[in-house]
């Protein structure tokens, strides 16, 4: 049995987040708050037994890593946010106004990538994480974050809509025996 478990953190608050845009691809950085809160993190993430601190290739993650005191290991592109095409930078109320019932997890669109695609590159991440012994820290975005909790457990990439991870917010993936748990979830500092 593999005694791997992930620590998931989402990059602290940037403009983008605050203003509800989608922010996948745009390599924005952490405004004021998301700072802040990413420095809160240090010494409050449960980091006994790490044996990797892997990040998305953005800035807002790689700079969340920095200030909560971990040294990455690795920058990963399979953590890189979901690529939402055309909807990147507007928000969800925008795009109703011309595509009524939206939503970034089921709306049909060539132009941008599929839930199940990001889950078939949080597959990976995970597959790989499995084979080391000890906690993985996963450092990435809010939508990758829930679709990779959603696999962790083996469940179809769109049952992350379920899950919500706030901006500096935390999870913890584990086993109970030989099934996939989450341990804890959407832990954020106080403040």
């Known amino acids: 049995m593999t005694t791997s478990r992930l620590l998931l953190v989402r990059h602290g608050h940037t403009d983008w987040a605050a203003t ?5 691809r745009t390599d924005v950085p952490l405004n004021a708050e998301g700072e802040a809160r990413a420095r809160d993190l240090a010494g409050l993430l449960p980091l006994d037994d790490v044996v990797a601190v892997w990040s ?3 800035v807002r993650a790689r700079r969340t890593a920095e200030l909560a005191g971990l040294a990455v290991d690795e920058v990963l592109d399979d953590l890189v946010e979901w690529d939402y095409g055309w909807a990147e930078g507007r928000t969800t109320a925008e795009i109703r106004e011309e595509r009524p019932g939206w939503t970034v997890w089921d709306a ?3 132009e941008r990538e599929t839930a199940d695609e990001v889950g078939a590159r949080v597959d990976r991440v995970i597959a790989r994480a499995r084979t080391l012994d000890g906690t993985v820290v996963l450092v990435a975005h809010a939508h990758l974050l829930r679709i990779l909790g959603a696999r962790w457990l083996g ?9 919500t991870l706030d901006p500096g917010g935390w999870a913890l993936l584990g086993w109970e025996r030989e099934t996939p748990v989450i341990e804890r979830w959407n832990v954020a500092a106080p403040g």
Do not use: K
Request: hydrophobic share 30%; charged share 20%; net charge positive.
């Open 155 to 163: 469940l179809p990439a769109l049952v992350g809509r379920h899950l």
């Open 108 to 110: 049909p669109d060539p």
């Open 56 to 58: 998305s290739p953005l």
């Open 20 to 24: 509800r845009r989608h922010t996948g």
